[in-house]
């Protein structure tokens, strides 16, 4: 039996393509993506027919929920495979000259290195959306871009690829690849610590984004702007929502604004929302950080970490004294309303452990953070709801109860919880056949039985 490695590319490439089904990304949503066939092998061939593949439609719906990993993929795999148009044949034209430059150092073993990096730097400065925008028109045909001709014999590789290099944004790449040696000799050789592409962003924010701490120093030192923005914002706000302490630490030293453009900075609700706790603390110590900025669709930072669980940063945060935690984002969620909805237990005792909290928030259709957590189950929740005498259990609209929610998805831990309640009331005036809704409900669900007895047993039951 012929072993794989051992056949021939071409043959290889076809036995790989008949196991990537057309439109493969979109019938597994977008962690399909994330979690494609990854073969150190086979990786480019793999890569090669998946790429061909794709729904794109599909893949620029949700773009928001790929991890930048993923997208960084998609841009290689592109250069590698298809006839890229301007301005991402400057990708593979400032790989190649990098790549010579190296060789003509006698440095080897960096690969692909700096065509990750150049991609990476695009998809960090542009965002997401416009690769993707990008990847909608491919070609299968592979054209290398050739680097500048030298202008005599004179002219050396190594100075035809650092010319190479000073034309296409070498210093953008070099910085986010972390390679300090390159861009202090880029520096030396005269490229500009502010030039600023429009493709590439500047190498400063390049550095700030992947964490390369020592590379923004020198960048700075050489009269790097502070404040140069890419698609995550400034580099600040760009280290910051990346978890880069260090660099979050060099930047604010550096005298980073809080705010550009006449806007608070949203470094502090990235770090909150991604998880970066020892990020959070350390801004947290700056006076002038506004720990209830809100983002564009009104979520503040405690809302952000309540949403994804970042007990530690939610305990920061209820921690200063200027905290506001009852605001509402767009949809008229709270943190508390969050937390109850994610079912996150030991949030929601962090929150109602303030006095100011309101337990009994309403949103515009009238639910509460109790509807959400009977809704979905969220017995321990529900039994701190339900001790709080400012939690109101009875609710004019039925739809909305926290009863009628939990024994319509069948919870019969959370029913009996708040039939325990001694206010709650199942013959209220204004809700039509209200017990009598319950019981049907409750007889339909499979193991019901116990509901029924719970409702049947209440004293205060009557017919209606």
């Given at each position: 039996m012929v072993a794989l490695v051992d056949l021939p590319v071409e043959l290889l490439g076809?036995?790989?393509?008949?196991?990537?089904?057309?439109r493969w990304n979109?019938?597994?949503?977008?962690?399909?993506?994330?979690?494609?066939?990854?073969?150190?092998?086979?990786?480019?061939?793999?890569?090669?027919?998946?790429?061909?593949?794709?729904?794109?439609y599909h893949l620029i719906e949700n773009i928001g929920r790929l991890h930048s990993s993923a997208v960084r993929w998609l841009l290689?795999?592109?250069?590698?495979?298809?006839?890229?148009?301007?301005p991402l044949t400057n990708i593979n034209v400032v790989f190649l000259s990098i790549r010579l430059w190296k060789a003509c150092n006698q440095e080897a073993g960096h690969g692909q290195k700096y065509l990750h990096a150049a991609c990476g730097a695009v998809a960090a400065h542009r965002g997401h959306r416009w690769v993707c925008e990008q990847l909608r028109s491919y070609s299968a045909n592979w054209l290398s871009p050739s680097l500048p001709k030298p202008e005599g014999d004179e002219i050396s590789a190594r100075e035809e690829a650092m010319?190479?290099?000073?034309?296409?944004?070498?210093?953008?790449?070099?910085?986010?690849?972390?390679?300090?040696?390159?861009?202090?000799?880029?520096?030396?050789?005269?490229?500009?610590?502010?030039?600023?592409?429009?493709?590439?962003?500047?190498?400063?924010?390049?550095?700030?984004?992947?964490?390369?701490?020592?590379?923004?120093r020198l960048l700075f030192e050489h009269g790097?702007?502070?404040?140069?923005?890419?698609?995550?914002?400034?580099?600040?706000e760009a280290a910051a929502r990346q978890g880069h302490l260090e660099t979050t630490r060099f930047l604010l030293d550096s005298g980073a604004d809080m705010g550009a453009n006449d806007?608070?900075?949203?470094?502090?609700?990235?770090?909150s929302g991604d998880g970066h706790e020892d990020v959070v603390q350390l801004l947290l110590t700056r006076n002038e950080i506004d720990v209830n900025a809100e983002n564009a669709i009104g979520q503040t930072a405690l809302i952000l970490a309540a949403q994804n669980k970042h007990r530690g940063i939610a305990r920061l945060l209820l921690g200063r004294p200027d905290i506001k935690p009852n605001v509402k984002d767009s949809n008229g969620y709270t943190a508390l309303f969050w937390s109850s909805v994610r079912g996150w237990t030991d949030i929601v005792q962090l929150l109602l452990a303030r006095q100011d909290i309101d337990a009994d928030v309403r949103r515009d259709d009238g639910s509460s953070p109790?509807?959400?957590?009977?809704?979905?189950?969220?017995?321990?929740?529900?039994?701190?709801?339900?001790?709080?005498?400012?939690?109101?259990?009875?609710?004019?609209?039925?739809?909305?109860?926290?009863?009628?929610?939990?024994?319509?998805?069948?919870?019969?831990?959370?029913?009996?919880?708040?039939?325990?309640?001694?206010?709650i009331q199942l013959n209220e005036r204004g809700h039509d056949d209200y017990l009598g809704s319950l019981l049907?409900?409750?007889?339909?669900?499979?193991?019901?039985?116990?509901?029924?007895?719970?409702?049947?047993?209440?004293?205060?039951?009557?017919?209606?």
């Open positions: 076809l036995v790989v393509d008949t196991h990537v089904p057309v979109s019938r597994g949503g977008p962690s399909c993506l994330q979690l494609r066939l990854v073969c150190k092998l086979f990786d480019k061939i793999i890569s090669r027919c998946a790429f061909r593949k794709l729904d794109h290689v795999t592109k250069v590698e495979v298809g006839a890229c148009p301007w010319r190479a290099m000073m034309s296409y944004n070498g210093l953008q790449v070099a910085a986010y690849s972390g390679d300090r040696s390159l861009v202090q000799t880029l520096l030396e050789a005269g490229a500009d610590a502010n030039a600023q592409d429009k493709t590439f962003g500047s190498a400063f924010y390049t550095a700030a984004y992947t964490g390369h701490t020592d590379v923004a790097a702007s502070l404040h140069g923005e890419g698609y995550f914002g400034t580099p600040l806007r608070p900075t949203d470094c502090l609700l990235y770090a109790l509807t959400e957590a009977a809704c979905r189950g969220h017995e321990e929740i529900v039994r701190l709801l339900t001790k709080r005498h400012d939690v109101q259990p009875n609710f004019r609209d039925t739809n909305h109860c926290p009863l009628f929610r939990a024994v319509s998805n069948g919870h019969e831990r959370v029913s009996q919880l708040l039939l325990e309640r001694y206010d049907r409900l409750a007889a339909l669900k499979r193991d019901g039985d116990a509901v029924v007895r719970l409702l049947l047993a209440r004293g205060d039951v009557y017919s209606t």
